[in-house]
């Protein structure tokens, strides 16, 4: 696919990942980041899925979207881009291991949202390569949202451990089922957040929890005492492993200063900030 591609409705992702599937064992053709743009128009917010989305990641059930669930809108279009034979890598196997959200003006869930979705700045990492998938929600001719998935194709080893830290502030308990539980919600139903076999075959000892999933429920701890407009930048450093007992911590200074980590050894699971946009 190349240029700008209208779509008439969200790609269905149970099919798109049973293509990815396949992918692993196809030779993408693409050596570069494709250049297609993903619209789809008129997107609805289904208020049921909305509120189990709100409860499984914390927020009081509201008429204004929850900062990251424009996200989960736009996801299909991202996999639906990863999906295809002239994306350089197979979807399946890349870490998402950062995201930025810009909230540029609170969403009301009865408004309609064109949604957009391109890759771009493939670049080296210490463990490999990285790209950015760029999304926007708009209502008319404004722009309301922007998010940035930067994924990582892991072709090194990575250079240890993170240190721990304190585990002093909130203490969570996450349930074993919050992998599939997340997956009902968002759609996303990558196997290593399902399975336990699907993980342990990515090198993980059981399913882990998205990371989309422990970044809500971190923004959803300050809900209230953000501004209207603001910027969230979180960066996932170690895999939740489910169950999992972690402590959430928040300090206020010209910004916030976001951590979720390991109860008992103070390892990062995630580390972000949120400051006011513009």
Request: charged residues 25%; aromatic residues 6%; glycine residues 10%.
């Amino acid at each position: 696919m190349t240029g700008v591609v209208e779509l008439a409705e969200a790609p269905p992702l149970g099919a798109l990942y049973r293509r990815a599937a396949l992918g692993l064992l196809t030779r993408h053709t693409g050596t570069g980041l494709p250049d297609t743009t993903l619209v789809l128009r008129d997107v609805g917010i289904e208020r049921d899925r909305l509120g189990r989305y709100a409860k499984l990641c914390g927020y009081r059930l509201s008429d204004t979207l929850p900062p990251p669930y424009p996200h989960v809108l736009a996801f299909p279009l991202a996999v639906a881009l990863m999906a295809e034979r002239d994306f350089p890598f197979p979807v399946i196997g890349v870490v998402h291991v950062a995201n930025r959200i810009e909230v540029l003006r609170p969403i009301d869930a009865g408004e309609r949202l064109e949604l957009t979705v391109r890759a771009a700045d493939l670049r080296d990492h210490e463990r490999g390569r990285a790209f950015d998938i760029r999304a926007t929600a708009s209502v008319g001719d404004e722009v309301v949202w922007r998010g940035v998935s930067t994924y990582l194709r892991k072709e090194k080893p990575g250079t240890g451990k993170p240190e721990g830290g304190p585990t002093d502030g909130i203490r969570w308990r996450v349930g074993r089922t919050v992998g599939t539980d997340y997956a009902k919600v968002s759609g996303d139903r990558n196997p290593i957040h399902t399975s336990r076999l699907a993980a342990r075959a990515f090198g993980y000892k059981g399913p882990i929890a998205h990371g989309m999933w422990s970044a809500a429920r971190c923004l959803a701890a300050l809900e209230g005492r953000l501004p209207p407009q603001h910027t969230f930048d979180v960066t996932f450093r170690r895999p939740l492993v489910l169950p999992a007992r972690v402590c959430f911590s928040a300090t206020q200074g010209d910004h916030w200063e976001l951590a979720l980590r390991d109860a008992r050894t103070g390892a990062p699971h995630l580390t972000g900030t949120v400051s006011r946009a513009g």
